[in-house]
């Protein structure tokens, strides 16, 4: 990324009426950002920067975005990143649902395992970000996220989870919480060796499910099989008949799309499924009384 377009980037980020710091500037350079297709979400009509959240003694820093002006509480979206973090498409995607009316709140999850930005590769964040990184703290930091968010305009009646890649597996695991009403999971994987940090994945927790999960695939991604996908049908067939939430899960998996076709900053996006999937998401968010 040259100079230039980093230092647009920063300026365009402090517009923010909140201000903006660490969080939601600028892309991580282990991501490859290309800048041909990376939307920008201006801040007209709404408030959008940092903001820290207690989860006990540790003050969690989110990227929060909602409408400048509204009537009544809000109905809630958790935005979950993918392994690099809340960079600027996450700050973005948060901008996008306070345009349509919710409070947006993307929890840095990684923060108290570091910053991956420090590192240069995927393979460096995987091991010393998201393997630090357990389930069962990221659960409580959003359960944390969502108790701020009641304090502060927020409606924990209407509440729906979204997220890319890494994100899109909190996702599945969070449609487990009492307090989430709907979930839409983009290229979020489905299966995998479980330790410590991650004992359960989405195909083991199908029963357990509290709030319907809409999953966006592509066909063509080579991280995450088809037949992982045949699997997690296959688990929620079996939870169905005693599990409403597992009977309404729906998947769409687009042809030739890549992994993270959503991503507009990098060389996987792909426009057609990245609109289409963004129209099945607001669609299903409505559809689930998340709004």
Known sequence: MSKDIQNSRRNFMKTSTLGATAIGVGFVAASEPTMAAAIETDFKGIKAGEQMIPVGSFQLPAYVSRPEKSKGSLPIIIVVSEIFGVHEYIADVTRRFAKLGYLAIAPEFFSRAGDPNAYGTIAEIMSNIVAKTPDAQVLNDLQAALVWAGKNGGD????????????????????????????????????????????????????????????????????????????????????????????????????????????????????????????????????????
């Open 156 to 291: 924990l009646k209407r509440v729906g989870v979204t997220g890319f890649c890494w994100g899109g597996r909190i996702t599945w695991l969070s449609a487990t919480l009492p307090q989430v009403r709907a979930g839409v999971a983009w290229y979020g994987r489905l299966i995998g060796e479980k330790t410590e940090g991650n004992p359960k994945h989405p195909v083991d927790i199908a029963a357990d499910l509290k709030a319907p999960v809409l999953g966006l695939y592509g066909a063509a991604d080579t991280g995450i099989s088809l037949e992982s996908i045949e699997q997690m049908r296959a688990a929620l067939a079996q939870a169905a008949p005693k599990n409403p939430a597992a009977k309404a899960c729906e998947f769409e998996v687009y042809p030739d799309a890549p992994h993270a076709f959503h991503a507009d900053y990098r060389a996987s996006y792909r426009e057609g499924p990245a609109k289409d999937g963004w129209e099945k998401c607001i669609a299903w968010f409505k559809k689930m009384g998340v709004v």
